[in-house]
RNA sequence: GGAGGGAUGGCUGAGCGGUUGAAAGCACCGGUCUUGAAAACCGGCGUAGGUUAAUAGCCUACCUAGGGUUCGAAUCCCUAUCCCUCCGCCA
């Protein structure tokens, strides 16, 4: 969330900057809230006070000799013991604005384009040319289809949005995996890490997906007493949430690099994408994430942006980087690049990485800080991530940039050590 | 699933109804000593909110979380969560 205090003395500034996002701040319910619960916050505290004092003199009284009796009659006559009401009130006037502030998304950067939504996104490079045949490019599903990718598989066991991969298909998504991760974790010094596939409401809420998005979420009900899970709808929610509640005493940054597969619900999206695997409600991604000092966030988003770059630079992919319109912009991003790889199969550039920072947005919410040695008091971290890559992505750009007239696909060379030396699949 | 034991500041760990926001140690910061460093010694050192010009004072809250008892709770009671040990089951 925003910090309070630079709302308060920014409103217009605030304002502005989360119209960018096409979000209208409704400064007066702010106010109203804010004061509300000073008011409250304030009459509590007097009365805590006042009963603080008055119980010292008791036990001071007593210690002296009289009896309990005496003691309770000569001080606490005038005081109202019961002041849980007003601490009560005091609860729900914060409880309320927090809620408020929880809603309310992170602030763009001032780089950040104007505009309400994709078409609006500013090219900021483009890597390669796309890819040219001399003959009709198939698309992924026709492509993978002999080889092992089957749709009617994933229909049969889960549903619409799902696939089931076998054969070679499946080793050359295993082969994606296994290389994406090799390189950050031994070229681009990221940890490996691994994490749960279902988090608790807490970690969603650190990350942003939560109180506003459930909908897109896959929830599990029930399973663990009164409590629900959520399948991650990406690993940036349980690897950014290994900071919550912590004050880091380590060196910074600190990046990892986590593969899990993500579960998104895709309500909302009825008809997009409904053909192929660029849209599922399963898929495999490597994610990575730094956690930075607030001074080297903006750096840290452009190494990280390169770091999923390389990967398609090594997959000799034709990509382009685009920033973020403010209207296209995440709820929790302050500035966001993504990389979108060419489709020969759909004649366009598609969405394959999205990089952001989060500034202290995240930290906020999640209490995720450092200890400054400088100062030795703890700082709100800045959270990186981005997708190095979307695997199954991957793969379909794989397939559809590599093919052939026959209809095989030659295995980029980056990736045959991945797949025991094979130079082809074809049947 | 059954039976027990725990949860205290960045970390370890005392306290088990009243000047306790909390001993001690570690870590960290400042100082003395030293050519420098180490060691030793001295001092400091939680977080959040309110008030304020103030990162000064002052006030409030916080000893896993939520309830309760009490004039007063880290300390007593209840519930939840998490961790540990033993038994059973199990990839």
Known sequence: ??????????????????????????????????????????????????????????????????SPEDAKAQVLGSIDADISEAEL??????????????????MPQGAVPFGADESDNLEVLSWGEPTVFDFTAKDHVDLG??????????????????????????????????????????????????VPYLVNKDALEGTGQLPKFEEDLFKIT???????????????VPVTNLMRDTVFDGALPVKKVAHTPCFRSEAGSYGRDTRGMIRQHQFDKVELVQFV??????????????????????LHLPYRKVML?????????????????WLPGQQKY??????????????????????????????????????????????????????QVDGSIRIPDALQPYMGGLEWIRA
């Open 145 to 194: 289809e002999p080889f092992g990718l089957n749709f009617d598989l994933g229909a049969r066991v889960a549903g619409s949005r799902f696939a089931v991969m076998s054969g070679p298909i499946a080793r050359l998504h295993r082969a994606l995996t296994q290389f994406m991760l090799d390189i950050h974790a031994d070229e681009h010094g990221y940890e490996e890490t691994y």
């Open 350 to 403: 598609r969405e394959i990485s999205s990089c952001s920072n989060f500034e202290d947005y995240q930290a906020r919410r999640m209490g995720a800080r450092w200890r400054n040695p400088a100062s030795g008091k703890p700082e709100l971290l800045h959270t990186i991530n981005g997708s190095g890559l979307a695997v199954g992505r991957t793969l379909v750009a794989v397939l559809e940039n590599y093919q």
């Open 89 to 106: 009130a005091a609860k729900e006037a914060e409880h309320a604005l927090t809620q408020l502030l929880m809603t309310i998304p992170n």
């Open 293 to 314: 000092h607030a001074s080297q966030s903006d750096a840290a988003l452009e190494e990280l942006t390169g770091h999923a770059e390389t990967i398609l630079q090594r």
């Open 222 to 236: 029930g399973a663990q007493g009164d409590k629900d899970f959520y399948l991650i709808p990406t690993a940036e």
């Open 325 to 341: 319109c403010g209207g296209d912009l995440g709820f929790s991003a302050a500035k966001t690049y993504d990389l979108e790889v």
């Open 1 to 66: 969330m925003l910090d309070i205090k630079f709302i308060r003395d920014n409103v217009d500034l605030v304002k502005s900057g989360l119209g960018k996002k096409g979000f209208q701040f409704d400064h007066e319910q702010f106010q109203h809230l804010d004061e509300a619960r000073k008011t409250a916050l304030t009459h509590a505290q007097s009365l805590q006070a006042e009963k603080k004092k008055a119980s010292k003199q008791v036990g001071a009284l007593i210690g002296q000799g009289m």
